[in-house]
């Protein structure tokens, strides 16, 4: 049975810095892309970041330079280190798992989180 399970989101203020975790069980990590995704109320979720098996990123325009993924295979963990963050990042952030290449879209990631809300107070 495929988990995984969201942790790090929180409450801050607009500049500061959260760091998303991803940690999974039940699949071979090393052999899945992964992605964080996040939504807004009443907005559909949009793609964040992904990371592809050998360490490739992506990134939306939106945080890029201030977000960065990252993924440790050994701990079948992924991460989303996020700062400078802005109002406009409050959402509730998932992440999700897919296996072979990375993608940005939600349709092409079989498995996802629970997520994790994060709120940035201006």
């Known amino acids: 049975q495929v988990q995984l399970v969201e942790s790090g989101g929180g409450l801050v203020q607009a500049g500061g810095s959260l760091s998303l975790s991803c940690a999974t069980s039940?699949?071979?990590?090393?052999?899945?892309?992964m992605g964080w995704f996040r939504q807004a109320p009443g907005k559909d979720r949009e793609f964040v970041a992904a990371?592809?098996?050998?360490?490739?990123?992506y990134y939306a325009d939106s945080v890029k330079g201030r977000f960065t993924i990252s993924r440790d295979n050994a701990k079948s963990t992924g991460y989303l280190q996020m700062n400078r963050l802005k109002p406009e990042d409050t959402a509730v952030y998932y992440c999700a798992a897919r296996y072979g290449a990375a993608a940005t879209t939600t349709t092409l990631f079989a498995y996802w989180g629970q997520g994790t809300q994060v709120t940035v107070s201006s």
């Open positions: 039940g699949l071979t990590f090393s052999n899945y892309a």
């Open positions: 990371i592809s098996r050998s360490g490739n990123t």
